[in-house]
């Protein structure tokens, strides 16, 4: 098994390389298909950019097709794009070069869970697809899961072709519940990562949505990504004072983001953050290329 000491990172200063005029001033997901393109979904004029492994610009798209909310990205096992746009509820396949194949949800329509478009907290039900869904991941059989997170509390799992197989999930703390579940990534097994944001856990289910186990060493997780070892990479955002976690109750002081990194047994292998929240996140020694990690 790796060790934390054996795992070392720097930062790669001027990666990117943007066209002049062009810029983003949020990044809201990262994905890598199978020739190491990098994809950015933003929220600005340019909602999808393209990369190539050195971080020199390739194309963008999207322009006037998103809201101001664009929210997850991930790359089918056939090079095809899913966007989660939280802004409109739906789900959208696109090909590489940015045209619409297929749409999950209906464009600006809400399913109806209780939800007063600003607190969480007055979600009482889990409903259908979609209320402001927030990312999406391709299973190893084809299979779409989306976490539906920020006006929902549910993981849908749809055939490759669109077709809803089935919903999981309602408010709470238990098992299978869910406040704010905000990034998802499927094992190579098939196993269903689903972060559970407010309540600083990621659930792991089986394919079919049955509950298996939890991974509670985590702080407001956002998203997650398995590299070829099967170790899980995951985000994890601030906790302001002010904020209420779902586990910790009220927060008074200040808890830094970071970046966590475990073995697919769920042993911490490393961690890194800084005070600085707006300090650059590093990269692995002996990779040509680390994208950012996802923000909120």
Not at 61 to 72: C, I, L, V
Request: charged share 20%; hydrophobic share 30%; glycine share 12%.
């Amino acid at each position: 098994m790796a060790q934390a000491s054996t795992m070392e990172y720097v930062v790669v200063e001027g990666w990117e390389q943007l066209p002049t005029g062009y810029a983003h001033r949020d990044v809201a997901g990262v994905a890598v298909d199978g020739e190491d393109r990098v994809y950015l979904i933003c929220r600005g004029d340019h909602p999808i950019i393209v990369y190539d492994q050195q971080g020199n610009f390739l194309r963008s798209w999207g322009e006037g097709a998103f809201t101001a909310r664009t929210h997850g990205i991930s790359v089918g096992p056939n090079g095809t794009i899913f966007c989660t746009d939280d802004g409109n509820h739906t789900v959208r396949q696109f090909t590489p070069e940015g045209k619409l194949l297929l749409t999950l949800g209906v464009m600006h329509t809400p399913s109806d869970t209780g939800y007063d478009g600003k607190d969480l907290m007055t979600i009482t039900r889990g409903a259908g697809p979609f209320n402001h869904p927030t990312n999406i991941a391709v299973g190893p059989q084809g299979d779409l899961y989306v976490s539906d997170g920020y006006g929902n509390c549910r993981v849908h799992q749809f055939s490759s072709r669109g077709q809803l197989k089935r919903s999981w999930g309602s408010p709470g703390r238990g098992p299978g519940e869910f406040y704010l579940p905000h990034g998802i990534a499927v094992a190579a097994d098939g196993r269903v990562f689903v972060c559970d944001r407010e309540s600083d856990r990621i659930q792991i289910f089986s394919p079919d949505g049955e509950y298996l186990s939890e991974w509670t060493d985590i702080q407001r997780p956002t998203h997650l990504v398995f590299d070829a070892q099967g170790r899980s990479y995951v985000s994890e955002l601030w906790w302001h004072p002010g904020d209420t976690s779902q586990s910790l109750g009220p927060i008074t002081q200040a808890r830094q983001g970071r970046v966590s990194i475990f073995a697919p047994d769920g042993h911490l292998l490393a961690r890194w953050g800084t005070p600085d929240a707006p300090a650059a996140l590093p990269r692995r020694t002996g990779s040509p290329w680390t994208p950012r990690a996802p923000s909120t």
